[in-house]
Structure formats: structure tokens, C-alpha cells
């Protein structure tokens, strides 16, 4: 007798979907962990913003810390340099004017916004540490983001490994894409719960262009919470 999920009549019966091997389960378990991971990451680097956004948080009093990158004293210096402050949720990052101009023996600075901060700072209904350093670490270099090294390799499960059971590979691309988190649903759930040893053979419940159509409906409002903006 066939056991099994049974189908129409006249239709191939579907075999009930087994669990990943040894192998299998090491991987999904290994890239779901990087993609938290990942988040974290996130959750720890600065967000790009403006002068006009630190002197905001200065007057909310969210601000606790701000770090300068200044010129040395007598360089003659002209451009942009970066600025740093920790408040609540990730820490915020951007670049202020700073120009000088040789007269005489020495630099004389011309503009120089660190003095709009700084005021702001004093200004501030809570207590600011102002600190001032040579140069602070680049990020427009290379910066490897473990999200994005894991979320490929959720990607590469997805392509080469078992065919999915709840939605078609389409389906988990572009929920995928367009909502991050749904990559570790993906490796949880598919193409069996990691917590069961085999599970119903079914047609998948979703097909390409409906989770495409799903996953540009929920877009919008994903980016706009706190964790969404991770991603931004």
C-alpha cells in the first residue's frame, strides 16, 4: 500500500519530502546563523546622514557622544570631514565643512561647521562628550557585510538545493529580495521544518508572480519600522 500525500484521481501520487541530509541541515543552520549574525553587524554601523540630522538629535538630547575628525592645528586644510555620534539605535555618521586659508605665519580657518556642532552640543538637555581625532575609519572602502556573504549563500540553497515545498523558488526569490528576514524563514521551513523529520508532499501554495506582487505590498511598510531600516 502507498503512503504517501495523495493527489486527484488519475494524477501521480506525491512522495512525502524527507528531511536534508547531514550536510544539508549544517548549511541551513550555518547560514541562518550568519544572517542573524549579519543583522547584528548591521545594527552596529553608522547610518549615513547630514550636519542638519546631529544638530536635530542634539536638541532632542538623543545625542551622548559625538566624535570630530579634525585637521592638524597648523595645516592649511580644506574639505570635508567626518563627524560621529552615538544615540539611541545605530550610530549616526556624516560630513561637515571645514576651510582654511594661509595668511601670514599661519592657517586661518575660513569655515569650519565643528563650531555649529559644538554649540549644539552645549545647547543639548543632556550631556554631551565631545571627542576630537586625527581621522576616523573609512567606510567607503571595502567592508565585508556578513548579511549580504550570507544571504547569498541562503540564495545558493535556494537555486541548487531541494526543490521548496510551501512556494516555488520564484516565490522565495523575490520574498527574499524585496524582505530580507524571509531568508531565514526559508532555511527554517523549507524544504522541511528543521525541527521534523519529513513533512507532506504539496503543491506549493505560492507561485512567483503572486509573491512578487505580496512582497511589493509589504515593501513599503517593512522599511519604514526599526529593523527594516537595517536594510536601507
Known sequence: MYEGTTTSAG??????VRQSGVVGLVVRVAVGIGLVLGWVQLASMPVFASVEDLVADLERGAVTR???????VDADASGLFEVVWDR???PGRASYLYESTSVGSGPVIVVD???RIRAAAELSPSSVEIVEVDALRSESGTTW???GIAWLGA???????PRPRLATTWAWFWFMYLLPPAAV?????EPVPLWR?????????????????????CAEGFAATPFGKLFA
Open 11 to 16: 494524477a501521480t501520487p506525491l512522495t512525502d
Open 66 to 72: 559625538v566624535t570630530l575628525e579634525r585637521p592638524t
Open 88 to 90: 539611541s539605535g545605530r
Open 113 to 115: 561647521e565643528a563650531d
Open 145 to 147: 557585510r556578513l548579511h
Open 155 to 161: 540564495l545558493l540553497v535556494l537555486v541548487v538545493g
Open 185 to 189: 524563514a526559508f532555511l527554517v521551513l
Open 197 to 217: 523529520r519529513d513533512a507532506a508532499a504539496r503543491t506549493p501554495l505560492l507561485t512567483g508572480g503572486w509573491a512578487l506582487l505580496l512582497a511589493l505590498a
